[in-house]
């Protein structure tokens, strides 16, 4: 095996290896299955209730794919404004930097309050947790656009749209992608978290649920689809990123 493949079968090898160590470590030590459950069990209670946790997993998966496509829009149209303008940038970037650092659990009780239980505070906050990380990464690609770059374009005879659109833009895409693989992540988290408090549909609700049955294989077992739903749009992030800025990655596929 070369090195490429390494790398290529190093997640799943280490997989492998932490679920047969977990495995070991529930059957030496006799860990309750209520208490810390072991692969077998969550793989048993997985294939017992495939069905509730399809649909669980498909709510979760559509409610934060919507908060999430909110938080790409507005993330990237801000990230434009912010990065586009010095003034913008002074102005609107500590605000923003603010305003993510307050708990968006601790807004689910007001969400609901405004929309009633249900999909509405479950995409709100999927869209509040994951739009910051875009609107930064656009904004920064944008603002550290090199000073001798413009100048050089605005000689040839460039204007400010221009420069930002031609050259800003497609140079803040490494940026754009990074923050996607980033923000999408959160956005699952965002989502689980609000259905915790307020849904009686999807992982979140199927968490809380299967806690107070003592049914902690289940619980897991949501987790797990949660984990996975997230790689899977990482994964998809990552393709789509190294087929449509490969010229920002000249280096590393050569390692």
């Known amino acids: 095996m070369n090195s490429k493949q390494l790398q290529t079968w190093s997640p799943w090898i280490l997989l492998v290896a932490l679920v047969l160590l977990w495995q070991l470590a529930c059957t030496v030590f006799e860990v309750s299955e209520f208490i810390f459950p072991s692969p077998t069990r969550i793989a048993a209670q997985f294939w017992e209730y495939k069905v509730l946790i399809a649909g669980h997993a498909w709510r979760t998966f559509w409610v934060t794919m919507t908060g999430f496509g909110l938080a790409i829009v507005v993330g990237v149209l801000l990230g434009f404004v912010i990065g586009s303008s010095r003034l913008a940038y002074a102005a609107v970037y500590p605000l923003m930097t603010g305003f993510n650092a307050l708990p968006k659990a601790a807004f689910v009780p007001i969400l609901v309050v405004w929309f009633g239980i249900g999909v509405g505070p479950a995409i709100l906050t999927a869209f509040l947790i994951s739009f910051f990380p875009i609107m930064v990464n656009i904004a920064t ?35 754009f992608y990074a923050s996607l693989k980033v923000a999408i992540t959160l956005a699952f988290v965002g989502t689980t978290v609000s259905e915790m408090t307020a849904a009686n549909e999807g992982i979140g609700y199927l968490l809380i649920s299967a806690g107070s049955a003592m049914q902690m294989g ?38």
Request: cysteine-free.
């Open 218 to 255: 289940l619980a897991f077992a949501g987790l797990l689809v949660v984990g996975a739903m997230a790689m899977v749009m990482y994964e998809i992030f990552s393709v789509l990123e190294r087929h449509t800025t490969a010229w920002a990655h000249r280096g590393a596929h050569n390692s």
């Open 141 to 175: 690609g944008l603002a550290t656009l090199e000073p001798e770059l413009e100048d050089v374009l605005r000689v040839l005879g460039a204007k400010r749209w221009d420069v930002l659109i031609k050259v800003g833009l497609p140079r803040s895409l490494p940026y």
